[in-house]
């Protein structure tokens, strides 16, 4: 069975261009997940998906950040205009369990971006 | 900050030797969970431990947690080269259903 697929695993884009990474989670998994994961550090929520509905996106920043998730399967993060503080690897991860029990995250390989 | 705390956040020892990591967290939790991640990869899940559980083993892996003193740690015995990695701690914080990441352990094994 595939894994969590993500794509593209490498981006370098300018500053002020716009950027979106894609995630397709492994099939029958409802709860999606959008990661940062900034140099030496542990990966940071941005946004959790139950289906088609974002349920958390309180850490998501909303000026220049958005997601979608339209038929509950894969999703797309986007970032525009995206700034040198943007550089960092975006985790999407996938998993059976929703609202009331976080069990095991699958993750996939990773968007590396570097904002130049 | 619900995050957990990683202990030592760098370790190097010699295969065969056993490795092990600590961490302590602040809110009270549903679950911890503990994961690998190597150079450029995405994060592999190890193991699961719920709040009423006090010590688990998978394999190599043996994991405790005190939800006393609101810590856990993760022993690998008779490490190997391949157990070079990054060890993140992760928990499930009640009331949260946001699973918080720690800075995380990076473990070195020298052949």
């Known amino acids: 069975e595939a894994g969590v697929v993500q794509s593209p695993r490498y981006k370098i884009i300018e500053k002020k261009q716009p950027v979106a990474f894609w995630c397709n989670p492994i099939?029958?998994?409802?709860?999606l997940y959008w990661y940062r994961q900034n140099l030496g550090q542990g990966p940071e929520l941005l946004i959790r998906?139950?289906?088609?509905?974002?349920?958390?996106d309180s850490q998501l920043p909303k000026d220049r950040f958005s997601a979608e998730r339209l038929k509950g399967v894969d999703s797309t993060l986007k970032i525009q205009p995206a700034e040198l503080g943007d550089s960092a690897v975006y985790l999407c991860?996938?998993?059976?369990f929703g609202t009331g029990f976080t069990g095991e995250l699958f993750f996939g390989e990773g968007s590396r971006l570097t904002v130049l | 900050s619900q995050q957990g705390e990683e202990d030592p956040q760098a370790l190097s020892i010699q295969e065969g030797e056993n490795a092990t990591m600590n961490c302590s967290y602040k809110?009270?939790?549903?679950?911890l969970q503990w994961y690998r991640q190597n150079s450029g990869r995405g994060l592999v899940h190890l193991i699961l431990?719920?709040?009423?559980?006090r010590e688990k083993h998978s394999g190599r892996l043996r994991v405790t947690l005190d939800t006393s003193k609101k810590s856990s740690s993760l022993l690998i015995t008779a490490s190997r080269a391949a157990d070079t990695a990054s060890y993140f701690c992760?928990?499930?914080?009640?009331?949260?259903?946001?699973?918080?990441f720690g800075k995380g352990n990076q473990v070195v094994v020298i052949p």
């Open positions: 991860a996938s998993s059976l």
């Open positions: 099939s029958g998994h409802n709860t």
């Open positions: 998906y139950e289906n088609e509905e974002a349920v958390d």
């Open positions: 809110t009270s939790i549903n679950n």
């Open positions: 431990i719920r709040s009423n559980e």
């Open positions: 992760a928990t499930d914080a009640e009331g949260n259903n946001r699973l918080a």
